[in-house]
């Protein structure tokens, strides 16, 4: 069955970097477009970032645009993202998804946390 699973999160402190990866198994990785969605405390999960299936087009949101590069490996069946100036409204639970389109969502993972805090 389809797997995506998150690792990487953890708790940094403001100005702080990291990189989450996920680990997709049960579909054709390389077919699907790949992405990240986040969730904060009390509000609604957010888009964050999109990858097409080559790696060829990536789309942000505004928030993190600059901040944040999503990225893939085929080869390894993983996609990351890599975090940089991170900001305390930057604390959420990160999900990965994949997608037969570049803007569909057809799976979702089951979230890393991070957290931002000094």
């Known amino acids: 069955q389809v797997q995506l699973v998150e690792s990487g999160g953890g708790l940094v402190q403001p100005g702080g970097s990291l990189r989450l990866s996920c680990a997709a198994s049960g579909f054709t990785f390389s077919s699907y477009a790949m992405g990240w969605f986040r969730q904060a405390p009390g509000k609604e999960r957010e888009f964050v970032a999109r990858?097409?299936?080559?790696?060829?087009?990536?789309y942000y949101a505004d928030s993190v645009r600059g901040r944040f590069t999503i990225s893939r490996d085929n080869a390894k069946n993983t996609v990351y993202l890599q975090m940089n100036s991170l900001k305390p409204e930057d604390t959420a639970v990160y999900y990965c998804?994949?997608?037969?389109?570049?803007?569909?969502?057809?799976?979702w993972g089951q979230g890393t946390q991070v957290t931002v805090s000094s």
């Open positions: 990858i097409s299936w080559s790696g060829s087009s990536t």
């Open positions: 998804t994949a997608g037969t389109a570049f803007m569909r969502t057809d799976y």
